[in-house]
Antibody, heavy 119, light 106 residues
Framework: QVHLVQSGPEVKKSGASVRVSCQAS????????INWIRQASGQGLEWIGW????????GYAQRFQGRVTMIRNTSISTAYMELSRLTSDDSAVYYC????????????WGQGTLVNVSS | SYEVTQPPSVSVSPGQTATISCSAD??????TSWYQQRPGQPPLLVIY???ERPSGISERFSGSNSGNTATLTISGAQAMDEADYHC?????????FGGGTKLTVL
C-alpha cells in the first residue's frame, strides 16, 4: 500500500527557509515523480514543482524558480522540498503527491505539512 | 500564464445531478483531472485523463472535456459529496489548478 508521510508543522520568520520532507513506502521510490503542491488557508491548490527520484531531475513553477529546491535521499525513500526567503504569503499547507501511474495526476498524497510564516 | 477558471460555488439538491465546470483556452486539447477535497483532508483524485475513474471511485462521478470547457458530473448527489472540487490541467511543462468549486448539497 502506497504511503507518503510528511514532516511536522513548521513556524518560521520572514526571510528564513523551510524544508519539508516526504517519506514514501509501499512502492519503488525511484519509479515515480514526486510533486509538491501547496494550499493557503481557504484558497485553491498551487503547484510548486516536481522531482524525479531516480535521476534527481526537477521542474519548478516559474513563480518559485530561484527560491525552491527539491532533492531526495533514495536510501531512505525520502523527498525534500526547501523554500527560501519566506514571506507571509508562503503560509500554507504543503503537500507531496505521487502520480496514480505514469501520468501527471495524483492518486497518492501526503497528509500535508502546515508552514506558518510570521514577521 | 495559463489560467483555469471554476465557479466558486455550486448547489445541488440531494438525488439531483451536479455539474462543475472548468474553463481555459483550448482546454479540450489537454488532459484534465478532478479532485475532491473535504475539510482538513488532502485532495482525492476522482477523475483523470478527462473521463477515467480511479479504482474505488463511485460510478456517480464522470468527466468530459471539449472545446474550452471540462466538466465534472456527479449524478444522484449525496450529502457525502459536499466538498471542494479542483480541476487540474497540464500546459507547457506547468501544472495548473483551477481555483476550486465548493459543492453544497441541500
Amino acid at each position: 500500500q502506497v504511503h507518503l508521510v510528511q514532516s511536522g508543522p513548521e513556524v518560521k520568520k520572514s526571510g528564513a527557509s523551510v524544508r519539508v520532507s516526504c517519506q514514501a513506502s509501499g512502492y519503488p521510490f525511484s519509479s515515480y515523480d514526486i510533486n509538491w503542491i501547496r494550499q493557503a488557508s481557504g484558497q485553491g491548490l498551487e503547484w510548486i514543482g516536481w522531482m524525479n527520484p531516480h535521476s534527481g531531475n526537477t521542474g519548478y513553477a516559474q513563480r518559485f524558480q530561484g527560491r525552491v529546491t527539491m532533492i531526495r535521499n533514495t536510501s531512505i525513500s525520502t523527498a525534500y522540498m526547501e523554500l527560501s526567503r519566506l514571506t507571509s504569503d508562503d503560509s500554507a499547507v504543503y503537500y507531496c503527491a505521487r502520480g496514480l501511474n505514469s501520468g501527471a495526476f495524483f492518486g497518492y498524497w501526503g497528509q500535508g505539512t502546515l508552514v506558518n510564516v510570521s514577521s | 500564464s495559463y489560467e483555469v477558471t471554476q465557479p466558486p460555488s455550486v448547489s445541488v439538491s440531494p438525488g439531483q445531478t451536479a455539474t462543475i465546470s472548468c474553463s481555459a483556452d483550448k482546454l479540450g486539447h489537454k488532459f484534465t483531472s478532478w479532485y475532491q477535497q473535504r475539510p482538513g483532508q488532502p485532495p482525492l483524485l476522482v477523475i483523470y485523463r478527462n473521463d477515467e475513474r480511479p479504482s474505488g471511485i463511485s460510478e456517480r462521478f464522470s468527466g468530459s472535456n471539449s472545446g474550452n470547457t471540462a466538466t465534472l458530473t456527479i449524478s444522484g448527489a449525496q450529502a457525502m459529496d459536499e466538498a471542494d472540487y479542483h480541476c487540474q490541467a497540464w500546459d507547457a511543462n506547468t501544472l495548473v489548478f483551477g481555483g476550486g468549486t465548493k459543492l453544497t448539497v441541500l
